[in-house]
């Protein structure tokens, strides 16, 4: 069963009291299961450490780019799924660009963010329930 209630808030809160290492843990996290529930689009969302590499290299442009890549990815995954998903890749970079001048942005960006793999794991939860998976099997070995 995929994580459906992840916070925005419990991100911002765990990340002050661990000085930022559940950070990197929920974004390994969030990564992991964007592309377990994405897996059906052929795409891959890169890890943590890739995102910290590159976007050190790029001076924080590829940060933007996967920023931009996970809205793209839930929208076409919502819109595949039927579902109803207002987060695209574009509404995130001007919610966290745009929005930085209004301090409020960056936190709209990511709840969306936040909430658009939320919407597709509790389909994929679903999905799961319906064709049978994740249900234990009893097995006796015995002769």
């Not at 579902?83 to 660009?97: A, M, P, Y």
Request: hydrophobic share 45%.
């Amino acid at each position: 069963m995929m994580k459906t209630n992840r916070s925005l808030l419990v991100l911002i809160l765990l990340s002050l009291i661990t000085l930022g290492i559940y950070s990197l843990f929920f974004w390994y996290r969030y990564a992991q299961d964007m592309n377990t529930v994405c897996a059906q689009d052929g795409k891959h969302t890169r890890g943590i450490l890739a995102r910290i590499v590159f976007s050190v290299l790029t001076l924080g442009l590829y940060e933007l780019f996967w920023m931009y890549g996970v809205g793209e990815r839930i929208s076409f995954n919502c819109h595949q799924k039927g579902l109803h998903c207002n987060t695209t890749g574009g509404g995130i970079l001007l919610w966290h660009i745009l929005g930085s001048f209004i301090f409020i942005g960056p936190f709209v960006a990511l709840h969306k963010m936040i909430d658009g793999l939320n919407v597709l794991s509790a389909a994929h939860n679903a999905s799961a329930r319906v064709n049978g998976f994740g249900q234990t099997i009893n097995v006796n070995i015995s002769r």
